[in-house]
């Protein structure tokens, strides 16, 4: 009688283990759930930072389209001066053959047969220091807070490139004015580095009435 006893009690001392284990086993199992969750709406919620920043870098290069701070591109938007094409060819000479310090973010459309401009540069500016590309608020002084929080860790970016367009009514005799709209790209950042997004519009500068 006292063998049987004896077997009983290691019996349920394994069963307690067992389910011992098993409890373990699912409170680890919840907590990592619980901190896949926690790093799934945090990457969530900096894919939304970076987004809304470069939504905001679009708004930034429209405002300067329509009324640029810097005479050189005023005239590049006016009339095209000085307008980079997808070769790097210049236009007209205000801004340089390369992306350089006066031909920042602002190109003729790439031809037919070449590479898209968007897709050549470094549209974050890492790789060519931001030459190729404008950071929010450098020619309409709109100012951006950065770095903390749940702020991007830096200012988003943006491209633009100038393209012909053709709206309904428009004349297509030879020696019309051509009509002109402009490609943005921009890119905006999260709160952590890696966390990019690219957004992109065009956008038509409203006609000068007479």
């Not at 900096?46 to 640029?68: F, G, K």
């Not at 549209?123 to 749940?150: I, K, N, Q, R, W």
């Amino acid at each position: 009688m006292v063998e049987i006893m004896r077997g009983q009690r290691g019996a349920a001392l394994v069963v307690s283990l067992v389910l011992l284990i098993m409890v373990l086993l699912l409170g680890v199992s919840a907590a990592q759930l619980c901190l896949q969750g926690e790093k799934a709406a945090r990457a969530e919620r900096d894919r939304e930072v970076a987004l809304l920043t470069a939504e905001d870098a679009l708004a930034d290069a429209e405002r300067e389209i329509r009324n640029s701070s810097d005479p050189s591109r005023r005239a590049a938007f006016e009339d095209g001066a000085g307008l980079v094409d997808g070769e790097g060819a210049e236009a007209g000479g205000a801004f340089g053959a390369t992306c350089g310090a006066g031909g920042v973010g602002l190109r003729l459309r790439a031809a037919v047969g070449e590479k898209v401009v968007w897709q050549v540069v470094d549209l974050s500016g890492a790789e060519d220091g931001g030459a190729c590309t404008v950071t929010h608020g450098a020619y309409t002084a709109a100012v951006m807070p950065t770095g903390e929080g749940f702020l991007p860790f830096k200012k988003p970016r943006y491209l633009i490139e100038r393209m012909e367009c053709h709206q309904p009514g428009d004349d297509a005799s030879a020696g019309a004015k051509p009509h002109y709209c402009y490609r943005v790209t921009a890119i905006g950042f999260g709160a952590r580095p890696g966390t990019e997004v690219v957004v992109q519009s065009v956008f038509s500068k409203p006609e000068e009435k007479p």
